[in-house]
């Protein structure tokens, strides 16, 4: 079992940053794929980065650029590192792991608000 807990939403004002954090316990080592994902309301769930080992990392087109996944396998810990930030980027941030045999992302964490006011 892999437990996800996100941490460091919050309120700011379009042009600041934020950056979250995703602290994985049980089984996630570097061969799982770590993502984060985050949904709007009345939007559907939508993908926002990856990363699987160290830096085999995959982003969404409208966060390219100004969002950063970067990852510490020696705590288990990945962060998204998120400047410019835009109103549009409101949303209830989630992260994911996916084990490198399954199909589709297996675990999810609570989720973590970020509100960007313009």
């Known amino acids: 079992q892999v437990q996800l807990v996100e941490s460091g939403g919050g309120l700011v004002q379009a042009g600041g940053s934020l950056r979250l954090s995703c602290a994985a316990s049980?089984?996630?080592?570097?061969?799982?794929?770590m993502g984060w994902f985050r949904q709007a309301p009345g939007k559907e769930r939508e993908f926002v980065a990856s990363?699987?080992?160290?830096?085999?990392?995959s982003y969404a087109d409208s966060v390219k650029g100004r969002f950063t996944i970067s990852r510490d396998n020696a705590k288990n810990t990945v962060h998204l590192q998120m400047n410019s930030l835009k109103p549009e980027d409101t949303a209830v941030y989630y992260c994911?792991?996916?084990?490198?045999?399954?199909?589709?992302?297996?675990?999810w964490g609570q989720g973590t608000q970020v509100t960007v006011s313009s």
């Open positions: 049980g089984r996630a080592d570097s061969s799982y794929l």
């Open positions: 990363i699987i080992w160290r830096s085999i990392t």
């Open positions: 994911a792991a996916r084990s490198p045999t399954a199909a589709k992302y297996e675990y």
